[in-house]
Structures are given as structure tokens and as C-alpha cells.
């Protein structure tokens, strides 16, 4: 099965900083997907296709990468985006998932 | 619109089984695969596995066969998941998903349920 590694585990960002969450897979994927989870929810998607922003996600967010190399982006962080997030793709099965980043408020 | 209900937390005994279910509705239940992901704290999330109800057809991530069966009942729109032989390692938050579309791009696991924990404990 492909494994994704996510960087860091956690972190804590300023409002108005820019947060970068990479991840990267032990082979090859076509795509890789980002879910936001807040604490007692369930997972939503929030990128698809690498770069798709999902409905009702600020353009603040982004994604970018190919290949085993892919990256999440906040332009600028704000208070509501405090979460966990995680990658996972969906080119080989079993579809897997990084082990998340949690992204805190400072 | 899609949403996927799911039972209520269970607290069960090591060696037992446990069936959870994830009520489908706002779509037509037969014509979507449904998955079932595990959480367990600090570990992530694992996918368990997919059952398309229109025909009953199943896969197994393997690490989890032998674990879990999926099943579906078409004339109530509910999936259901059994476990089997439970240890502590199957206490977690299962969750059910269906994937979806946007704009006309498939998303894997578009719609959630709102997770069924599952404590193993004497």
C-alpha cells in the first residue's frame, strides 16, 4: 500500500501567517486529496483532484504537487482554520490517508 | 440532500461482535458504493472497506478481512458493518462515507456519517 508521510504532525500558526503542510507518498500518485476534521466532527472534504478547492472553502486555501510530492497552503491563516488535516489518494488500493496535521491558533 | 446517520456508540466485551449501522438517505441508496473508515486516536484514519449495495459485491482493505463484513439492506437504505472478535485494538470512531461529485469530478468520500464509537472494554 502507498504510505503518505505528512509534515509536521502539529503546529501552530499567527492570524494572517502562511501555513504549509506537505505531503509526501512512498510511490507515485495521480491525485491527492485534503479533509479538514475539527475536534468531535467528521472529516470534510476540502481540496480534491490536487488543487480543486471543495465547495465553500475560502480561496485562501490551495494545493499543488505531483508525482510522491504534494502541498497544502494557507495564504493566510485565520482563526476558523484551526483543524486537523489530512492527505490521502486514491491511485492505488487500499486508498490511504497521511496521519494528519494539527493546526493550531497562536 | 445526502445524509448518512449512524448508531450509537457501543460498549462491548473483548471476544464479542458488534454491528453498526449508517442510514442512507437524500439519494438512491442502490446506485452509490458505501465506505467504512476507521479512527482511532493519534492513528489516523484506515479505510475498512466498500460494499456497493446494488449488488451486494464487497473489497476488503486485507488488513481487515476477517475483522469486518459489510452488508446492505436495499428496502431500508442502511449499511451495516459487523466486527468480529473484538480486541482493544478495535476500540475507535467508525465512520461511514459515500463518494460524490464535484463538478463532475469524483471525490472519494464527498459525504460522511457522524461516526459510531466503539469501546472494547470488560
Known amino acids: 500500500e502507498i504510505v503518505l508521510t505528512q509534515s509536521p504532525t502539529t503546529m501552530a500558526a499567527s492570524p494572517g501567517e502562511k501555513v504549509t503542510i506537505t505531503c509526501r507518498a512512498s510511490s507515485s500518485v495521480s491525485y491527492m486529496y485534503w479533509y479538514q476534521q475539527k475536534s468531535g466532527a467528521s472529516p470534510k472534504p476540502w481540496i480534491y483532484?490536487?488543487?480543486k478547492l471543495a465547495s465553500g472553502v475560502p480561496d485562501r486555501f490551495s494545493g499543488s504537487g505531483s508525482g510522491t510530492s504534494y502541498s497544502f497552503t494557507i495564504s493566510s491563516m485565520e482563526t476558523e482554520d484551526a483543524a486537523t488535516y489530512y492527505c490521502?489518494?486514491?491511485?492505488?488500493?487500499?486508498?490511504?490517508f497521511g496521519s494528519g496535521t494539527k493546526l493550531e491558533i497562536k | 440532500q445526502v445524509q448518512l446517520q449512524q448508531s450509537g456508540a457501543e460498549l462491548v466485551k473483548p471476544g464479542s461482535s458488534v454491528k453498526i449501522s449508517c442510514k442512507a438517505s437524500g439519494y438512491t441508496f442502490t446506485s452509490y458504493d458505501m465506505h467504512w473508515i476507521k479512527q482511532q486516536p493519534g492513528n489516523g484514519l484506515e479505510w475498512i472497506g466498500w460494499i456497493y449495495p446494488g449488488n451486494g459485491n464487497t473489497k476488503y482493505n486485507q488488513k481487515f478481512n476477517g475483522k469486518a463484513t459489510l452488508t446492505a439492506d436495499k428496502s431500508s437504505s442502511t449499511a451495516y458493518m459487523q466486527l468480529s472478535s473484538l480486541t482493544s485494538e478495535d476500540s475507535a470512531v467508525y465512520f461511514c462515507?459515500?463518494?460524490?461529485?464535484?463538478?463532475?469530478?469524483?471525490?472519494?468520500?464527498?459525504?460522511w456519517g457522524q461516526g459510531t464509537l466503539v469501546t472494547v472494554s470488560s
Open positions: 483532484e490536487t488543487s
Open positions: 490521502h489518494q486514491w491511485s492505488s488500493t487500499p486508498p490511504t
Open positions: 462515507a459515500r463518494s460524490g461529485y464535484y463538478s463532475s469530478y469524483i471525490v472519494p468520500f464527498a459525504y
